[in-house]
């Protein structure tokens, strides 16, 4: 495949993407927040946003999977699938990433560096529980992102305030 070919087939796919978001923004979003499902369901499940946002994505990612696994035994594909399939998987990557912009366990680079940790997730997640991050929040298993012992019913964002304070904190 030629370079141009694939820009051609990259920039296709992202004005499909465009479209999809905006269209499934109107059905899944409030005027007020852009990410009210994933609040929503963070609330019913007693986990986080980007749990809740995972556990909706994985049922894309099983079926690239299936795809995958029918090709590799020669069984023939919609194309109208993949590029489906495809386009849900890129959607929630772009979800996330508007998830992730203000969370407050997303910490600058220079702020890590600033506060003496180090690329350790391990180590990092033990001092964020030592500084009482969590605190208030039950604990956090950050390998599934699952908030324990928390009596949760609905995660809203924090106020502007209190994300501002967040940000400005000590992490580590």
């Not at 999977?65 to 020669?74: F, K, M, R």
């Not at 964020?128 to 324990?148: A, E």
């Amino acid at each position: 495949m030629k370079a141009e070919e694939f820009v051609k087939i990259v920039e296709e796919r992202l004005e499909i993407v465009k479209r999809v978001l905006k269209h499934k923004g109107y059905e899944y979003a409030t005027q007020k927040n852009r990410m009210h499902n994933f609040y929503r369901a963070a609330g019913l499940l007693g986990s986080t946003t980007v749990a809740a946002l995972r556990g909706m994505w994985v049922k894309h990612v099983v079926s690239i999977n299936d795809i995958v696994d029918d090709i590799e035994a020669g069984t023939p594909v919609k194309k109208s699938l993949v590029e489906e399939k495809l386009t849900d998987n890129i959607a929630y990557l772009l979800l996330m990433d508007g998830l992730l912009a203000d969370h407050s366990l997303v910490i600058p680079d220079n702020e890590i560096q600033r506060h003496g940790c180090d690329n350790d997730n391990d180590k990092m997640d033990s001092r964020l529980q030592l500084s009482g991050m969590t605190k208030g929040l039950g604990d956090i298993d950050f390998h599934t992102g699952k908030v324990l012992g928390a009596n949760v019913r609905n995660f809203e964002p924090r106020s502007k305030k209190n994300q501002k304070r967040n940000k400005k904190g000590r992490f580590c």
